[in-house]
Nanobody
Framework: QVQLVESGGGLVQAGGSLRLSCAASLRTFSSYVMGWFRQAPGKEREFVAAISWSGVTYYADSAKGRFTISRSNAKNMVYLQMNSLKPEETAVYYC????????????????WGQGTQVTVSS
């Protein structure tokens, strides 16, 4: 059974930083594109960042320059370093896994995590 387990969420002041982690129980982790999405209250889930098996990264415009996605294929882990956080980025952040970048960015990955809450206070 595939599991994606996020951790690292919490409460942070505006301008602060958080690092999210996602542990994946995928047998062929290195062949998956891994990504992060977020869903704020009353809004649709939106793409934040993705990273291919070889380390090619993709970011939403809102995340460029402030967020960094990385992965460890040896540890089956993916990370999201978030800096200069804004109150409007308060949301549940989800880890996702999908063999193709196109499907992942379209919000149709094979697997989702359960999410971790990030709250940014003003």
């Amino acid at each position: 059974q595939v599991q994606l387990v996020e951790s690292g969420g919490g409460l942070v002041q505006a301008g602060g930083s958080l690092r999210l982690s996602c542990a994946a129980s995928l047998r062929t982790f290195s062949s998956y594109v891994m990504g992060w999405f977020r869903q704020a209250p009353g809004k649709e889930r939106e793409f934040v960042a993705a990273i291919s098996w070889s380390g090619v990264t993709y970011y939403a415009d809102s995340a460029k320059g402030r967020f960094t996605i990385s992965r460890s294929n040896a540890k089956n882990m993916v990370y999201l370093q978030m800096n200069s956080l804004k109150p409007e980025e308060t949301a549940v952040y989800y880890c996702a896994a999908e063999p193709t970048v196109v499907r992942l960015r379209a919000g149709a990955p094979d697997y989702w995590g359960q999410g971790t809450q990030v709250t940014v206070s003003s």
